[in-house]
């Protein structure tokens, strides 16, 4: 994709000039550096402009919440991350933070404040849903007409922070319906890259989750496959070309389906 | 009056073994951490009428979930009658409790039909074990033992339910003049059969009872200990969400001293070891989880890893806490050490780095226990204290260290994603 330089206003510049914006985009380390998941970046950041949002990142003063470090036992370097992460924050008085990642986003919201991080921390999911239902976000048009398409459920959106609506009613406001998987909701199958796994290869076992899964998705026979979490992406994008069904089941996250259906 | 010194006696030998299990526990409680501060009480009596008492998370399996909810509901009236028998046993009456009119018809009649209930469901979860091969009733933690402590567990029920209807049934009998209470199915049986079967009373009642006393003082060495500690654990859960891994205090003080080297190091603290190597170093909370347990695998058959052939199985992590306190217990009162640990002589490393604590075991745990939590304190006595995480771990966290995200790239290009 040939895509332009988007405008994206960064936390310094605004201070600099005086301003600060309503949101702050948590864009989180697979926004900023992993080549697909730099898509859904772009693809929030057009819609954030697209809505005229007040919001800037922090850029090269965003760092690792830690989440990855704390799940894989290295608590000193979480806790690092997150006093260094929120001396920047509360530098610039952020109050409320948007994320596309879940797990910066659990951070976030539920690891920093006994930190002393207290912020307002909103997923994009429920973001997106909000702004539809207020009618701000208006999607007329249906790019994927006649196609169907599932949600997999992150588990650090869903079991652990009870978000299981808000990404479906964003995809239903585009597709008209969701069809779920056998496990989904609060019996949602992981991904298989959660608690550091993601940068680690599997221990010995018959199978990787990520197939397992995506058998689960192919055999539900959809066109495409949602997904809201960058590792839950990688994941299924892996699972789906180690099946060889690339040609007819597609992974797309929430904000991408968002994006195309806006034409931006 | 030799009946009520029988009974008494018989109260009191219960008692006292009892007695004797539970500060054998309490001595073990004391060898474990502290646990979060037990606060919101309103929210914990919420979440256990509902959780504990609704059966709401039993139900996520809706059929055997029903079945294990009609046993439970059972059991709250049931007790309610052993109630009356230890009182009316203690001061040699009869159905003492029947002053209260219409709320003791409605018990006796639940706990009645109940019984009923209760035997064939008991029947239904013993054949369940010994002819189905039920996936999550297999697994190395499941030994032999596992599996007959639930048979027995499971015959100990079924004799106190049909001794219960043989005292109903034989007091009915007794009293063809009019009787306490109502008792749909016992009613049935004595215009079943046409035979006196007023000895029934005493005989039942003495069975009921004193199948009780011996079934409370198995329980604690029983993984069925689940009877008497459910409702409790219920109650001091983790309200917290699900994927909300508390901070450690210990690391937030060196933390703050390494930012700023100003601040008073106290020296009087004693340093602590940072995770969970053995059971002195579990909460309390862990330890009570462990003694929880039943055992009834529905962690293990929705954990990700284990159902891609993994070594994990959350369960395991728990009957292995709960079997090395009972060896460790006793030696470390007596502040001696066996040179053993639950890390590594129990539980491996590779169990616990293959877990994706995506929470799935203790959404399903229906008595609320968080197996990622202690998986991860166990990881951080692993990389904390031994620097013993696999080796592309480690790499990540140095990338963190040096560049602020898990991958090896600059934080100079952080918005290159917005040049397209």
């Known amino acids: ?264 | 009056m030799t009946k009520q010194i029988l009974f008494i006696i018989s109260l009191a030998i219960t008692l006292g073994v009892f007695a004797w299990s539970v500060k054998r526990l309490w001595t073990f409680f004391k060898l474990t951490k502290p646990s979060y501060p037990i606060k919101n009480i309103g929210a914990r009596i919420s979440h256990t009428l509902d959780v504990a008492f609704g059966q709401t998370k039993i139900f996520r399996k809706p059929v055997i979930g029903l079945m294990h909810a009609l046993v439970f509901w059972g059991f709250l009236v049931i007790t309610l009658g052993s109630i009356e028998i230890v009182i009316d046993g203690v001061f040699g009456l009869e159905r003492s409790f029947s002053f209260t009119g219409w709320f003791y018809d409605f018990v006796m009649a639940s706990g009645d039909i109940f019984a009923l209930l209760i035997i064939i469901f008991i029947k239904a979860f013993s054949l369940r074990r010994s002819i189905f091969r039920i996936k999550r009733f297999t697994g190395v933690e499941m030994s032999s033992k596992s599996y007959w402590d639930a048979q027995i567990a499971l015959t100990f029920i079924g004799f106190l339910m049909l001794s219960l209807l043989a005292f109903n049934v034989g007091y009915i009998s007794n009293h063809p003049n009019g009787y306490e209470g109502v008792y749909p199915v016992s009613a049935a049986i004595v215009n079943l059969v046409n035979m006196d079967l007023g000895w029934l009373q005493e005989f039942g009642w003495w069975i009921h009872i004193l199948l009780i006393f011996a079934f409370a003082n198995y329980l604690p060495y029983s993984k069925h200990f689940h009877v008497f500690l459910s409702v409790p654990n219920v109650f001091l859960a983790n309200l917290e969400p699900l994927t909300k891994y508390p901070n450690l205090e210990s690391i937030t003080k060196e933390v703050k001293l390494m930012l700023d080297p100003e601040a008073a190091y106290d020296e009087s603290e004693e340093v602590a070891r940072f995770g969970v190597k053995d059971v002195e170093d579990v909460s309390w909370k862990n330890y009570m989880d462990s003694l929880a347990c039943t055992q009834c695998g529905r962690c293990t058959d929705v954990c990700p890893a284990n159902i891609t052939g993994k070594l994990l199985s959350p369960r395991k992590i728990f009957v292995d806490l709960r079997k090395r306190m009972d060896e460790k217990g006793p030696i470390a009162i007596k502040g001696e050490d066996d040179g053993k640990s639950l890390l590594r002589d129990y539980i491996t490393e590779e169990e616990l780095w293959a877990c994706t604590t995506c929470n799935a075991c203790a959404q399903e745990c229906p008595i609320d226990i968080s197996h990622p939590n202690l998986i991860m304190d166990m990881r951080r006595y692993l990389v904390m204290e031994e620097a013993a995480a696999p080796a592309e771990l480690n790499a990540m966290f140095t990338n963190i260290e040096n560049n602020g995200a898990p991958w090896q790239f600059s934080p100079e290009d952080r918005l290159k994603w917005t040049e397209g």
């Open chain 1, 1 to 264: 994709m040939t895509d332009k330089k988007l405008h994206v206003p960064v936390m310094a510049d605004l201070a600099a000039k005086g301003e600060k914006p309503e949101y702050l985009y948590w864009v989180g380390c697979a926004g900023a550096f992993d080549d697909r998941y730099q898509k859904v970046a772009r693809a929030f950041a057009k819609i954030l402009n697209h809505l005229e949002v007040s919001y800037a990142v922090l850029g090269k003063e965003e760092s690792c919440t830690g989440d990855a470090a704390k799940r894989a036992g290295n608590e000193m370097l979480f806790q690092m991350q997150a006093m260094q992460n929120i001396e920047v924050l509360n530098g610039y008085e952020v109050d409320k933070i948007i994320c596309t990642c879940p797990h910066c986003y659990n951070t976030l919201k539920n690891e920093y404040p006994e930190l002393g991080g207290n912020y307002n921390v909103i997923n994009y999911t429920v973001f997106l849903d909000e702004m539809i239902q207020a009618g701000k976000l208006k999607l007329e048009n249906n790019p994927f007409k006649g196609e169907s398409i599932t949600y997999h459920d992150p588990c650090y959106l869903g079991r652990g922070n009870k978000i299981y609506d808000a990404p479906r009613n964003v995809v239903k406001a585009v597709f008209g319906d969701v069809k779920e998987l056998k496990r989904s909701k609060s019996f949602g199958l992981c991904c298989g890259a959660g608690g550091a796994q993601m940068f680690k290869e599997a221990e010995k076992g018959d199978k990787e989750v990520n197939i397992e899964r995506t058998e689960e998705i192919i055999e539900r026979r959809v066109d495409k496959v949602a997904s809201a979490c960058p590792f839950c992406m990688t994941m299924l994008t892996d699972g789906i070309k180690l099946k060889n069904k690339e040609s007819e089941l597609q992974n797309l996250d929430v904000a991408e389906i968002i994006e195309k259906a806006l034409e931006l």
